[in-house]
Every structure is written in structure tokens, then in C-alpha cells.
């Protein structure tokens, strides 16, 4: 199930090369704002080093979410992004039926890393701060305080949002194939009747259609 199959090129900017080079120019950008330009080669190769790791790791998390899902890791970006937006339907039933084991997996590690997840961003953002207080460097301090405060502030509000609108668009996907998500499918869904789905098209978290 490729993206190109389904009509679809995928964007440039979900290509592994341009999550790196974000990656690469978000990291260089805070070093230089926090450290100077005297360091510059040390920051550059830290980041490059930092900026394929993450890309490593996105990649990583894409093609296990495609397998889980049943569909090519270069449409997982766009999935995530018409969740994001609750935008327009996907038309193909096969990929009306990804969408919701999608949806599933993200509610599911949402709800397992929770616990865990904000408490160590906090630790880390807000700790990192007070080493540099502690160093005497008190501009960096209040940077740093700042600069995490905003963003798990962001964080919060994006994860509600997330949460809310994955409920949206599982309930219009439910809606219009009539609960069309039973039990594990890697391929197209079973059939589909004036564009809506018919036959089982599965869960990737092994959870009953109404469950949640």
C-alpha cells in the first residue's frame, strides 16, 4: 500500500532529509542563542550527530506505525496531519480503516506514557536552568526557564487538542463506515458500499470498536 498508490506523493517536507536538516537548524539555533559563536564547530557537529539520531529515530517510529496500522510509512505524516486538523476523510476505505488503528495506537501511548512522559520534560527543562543559575550564568537561566515554560505550556495544549480531535475523527470515520474497526488487518479493508466500509479493517491495539 504505497503512497504513490494511493495517488498521493508525499510532501517534501516528511522525507527523512528534511526532518534531519529541521532538526539540525532547531538544535544549532539554541546552542548558538545560549552559547555564542565562539563554539560554532563543536555545536555543528553535536548536531548533526543529534539531528540523525532523531532522524533515526522518526523513521523508526514510522515504520512501525505503518506495520501496525497496515499501510506505507510515507502516508503515516499525512494521516497524522488530517488527524491533527480533523480535516477531510481519507476516501479510500482501506485507509479510512488505518486512520482508526492509527488513532488507536496514539490513544493507547497516550494513555501508557502519560504518566511518565511531562514529568521528565519538566525535569529536564526546568533542571537544566537551575544548573545554569548555579554556574552563575543567570541570562542562560532565565532563558532556559523561559524557553520551558512556553513550551511544555504548548505541549499541554497541543496534547489536549490531539486527544480531542482523534476522538473527532474516530467518531466520523465510525460514523460513516458504521464501526468499521474489529480486529487486526494489515491490508484493505474487506469491502466498502458507496464509499463506506463493510468488512472488518482491524485495530492495532487489539481493542473492540466501542472500547473507547
Same mark, same amino acid.
Request: no cysteine.
Given at each position: 500500500?504505497?503512497?504513490?498508490?494511493?495517488?498521493?506523493?508525499?510532501r517534501?517536507?516528511?522525507?527523512?532529509?528534511?526532518?534531519?536538516?529541521?532538526?539540525? &537548524?532547531?538544535?544549532?539555533?539554541?546552542?548558538?542563542?545560549f552559547d555564542g559563536?565562539?563554539?560554532?564547530?563543536?555545536?555543528? &557537529?553535536?548536531?548533526?550527530v543529534?539531528a540523525?539520531?532523531?532522524?533515526w529515530?522518526?523513521?523508526r517510529?514510522?515504520?512501525?506505525?505503518a506495520?501496525?496500522?497496515?499501510?506505507?510509512?510515507?502516508?503515516?505524516p499525512?494521516?497524522?496531519?488530517r488527524?491533527?486538523r480533523?480535516?477531510?476523510?481519507?476516501?479510500?476505505?482501506?485507509?479510512?480503516?488505518?486512520?482508526?488503528?492509527?488513532i488507536?495506537?496514539r490513544?493507547?501511548?497516550?494513555?501508557?506514557?502519560r504518566?511518565?512522559?511531562?514529568?521528565l520534560?519538566a525535569?529536564?527543562?526546568?533542571?537544566?536552568?537551575v544548573?545554569?543559575?548555579?554556574s552563575?550564568?543567570?541570562?542562560?537561566?532565565?532563558?532556559?526557564?523561559?524557553?520551558?515554560a512556553a513550551?511544555?505550556?504548548w505541549?499541554?495544549?497541543?496534547?489536549?487538542?490531539?486527544?480531542?480531535?482523534?476522538?473527532?475523527?474516530?467518531?466520523?470515520?465510525?460514523?460513516?463506515?458504521?464501526?468499521v474497526?474489529?480486529?487486526?488487518?494489515?491490508?484493505?479493508?474487506?469491502?466498502?458500499?458507496n464509499?463506506?466500509?463493510?468488512?472488518p479493517?482491524?485495530?492495532?491495539e487489539g481493542?473492540?470498536?466501542?472500547?473507547?
Amino acid at each position: 500500500m504505497g503512497s504513490q498508490g494511493h495517488g498521493q506523493v508525499q510532501r517534501w517536507q516528511d522525507r527523512w532529509w528534511a526532518v534531519g536538516l529541521l532538526v539540525l &537548524v532547531v538544535w544549532v539555533g539554541i546552542r548558538l542563542a545560549f552559547d555564542g559563536w565562539s563554539g560554532w564547530p563543536g555545536i555543528l &557537529v553535536g548536531g548533526l550527530v543529534y539531528a540523525g539520531f532523531m532522524t533515526w529515530l522518526v523513521m523508526r517510529r514510522r515504520r512501525r506505525d505503518a506495520r501496525a496500522v497496515g499501510t506505507d510509512a510515507a502516508r503515516v505524516p499525512e494521516l497524522e496531519r488530517r488527524i491533527a486538523r480533523n480535516g477531510e476523510l481519507p476516501e479510500d476505505p482501506a485507509e479510512q480503516a488505518a486512520m482508526i488503528r492509527l488513532i488507536r495506537r496514539r490513544e493507547e501511548k497516550l494513555r501508557r506514557n502519560r504518566w511518565w512522559a511531562f514529568p521528565l520534560l519538566a525535569l529536564l527543562f526546568f533542571g537544566i536552568p537551575v544548573l545554569w543559575f548555579a554556574s552563575g550564568n543567570v541570562g542562560a537561566g532565565l532563558w532556559g526557564l523561559a524557553f520551558g515554560a512556553a513550551f511544555l505550556g504548548w505541549m499541554v495544549w497541543f496534547n489536549r487538542r490531539f486527544v480531542r480531535r482523534m476522538a473527532g475523527m474516530r467518531q466520523r470515520i465510525e460514523g460513516v463506515g458504521g464501526g468499521v474497526v474489529t480486529g487486526p488487518v494489515a491490508g484493505p479493508a474487506a469491502g466498502s458500499v458507496n464509499g463506506s466500509v463493510t468488512g472488518p479493517a482491524g485495530g492495532a491495539e487489539g481493542f473492540a470498536p466501542r472500547a473507547r
